[in-house]
């Protein structure tokens, strides 16, 4: 059974389409999963992993607005981090991922597990806010996991 990461590169190369990677609570586990596809170098341009809100700011151009307003775990932001990867490594599609993945960090307002995927593309965004109940690691992977599910629901249905 070919791995989500090896299903998102077959689309990827058969689309001849290039993507770039904006993570925060991830820690470039997106990027990693991508890029443990032999040939990912045909698709996979570069990332970024924000973890301050001056990274998200200077190098991905987040609007501090939306930062002071929605805050750094907020589908605004993720959308805005997916949008500056995509421009920065002048992909044609790029996911990025912020949440809290614990076992501190969380508020009433945004408990741990909260975390936001988004996907930036010419044709279209998609974001995604998801709950998980799982530790640092699990939450994580399930945030990574996420981002590539979404990834390949988009070019799924993109495809001639």
């Known amino acids: 059974m070919n791995s989500l990461e090896d299903i998102v590169a077959r689309l990827l190369t058969n689309q001849g389409l290039t993507i770039a990677v904006a993570e925060s609570c991830t820690g470039g586990l997106i990027a990693h999963r991508l890029t443990n596809v032999p040939g990912s170098s045909a698709y996979f341009v570069g990332g970024v992993v924000a973890y301050a809100n001056e990274v998200k700011e200077q190098v991905l151009?987040?609007?501090?607005?939306?930062?002071?307003?929605?805050?750094?775990?907020?589908?605004?932001?993720?959308?805005?981090?997916?949008?500056?990867?995509?421009?920065?490594?002048?992909?044609?599609?790029?996911?990025?991922?912020?949440?809290?993945?614990?076992?501190?960090?969380?508020?009433?307002?945004?408990?741990?597990?909260?975390?936001?995927?988004?996907?930036?593309?010419?044709?279209?965004?998609?974001?995604?806010?998801?709950?998980?109940?799982?530790?640092r690691l699990e939450n994580k992977r399930q945030t990574s996991e996420a981002a590539l599910e979404m990834l390949r629901r988009y070019l799924e249905a993109r495809r001639p």
């Open 61 to 135: 151009g987040v609007s501090g607005e939306t930062l002071a307003t929605h805050g750094a775990i907020s589908e605004e932001t993720v959308r805005e981090m997916a949008r500056g990867a995509r421009r920065l490594f002048d992909t044609d599609v790029a996911i990025s991922a912020a949440g809290i993945a614990g076992p501190t960090g969380g508020t009433p307002q945004k408990p741990v597990g909260l975390v936001y995927v988004a996907l930036a593309a010419s044709d279209q965004e998609r974001c995604e806010r998801h709950l998980w109940q799982g530790d």
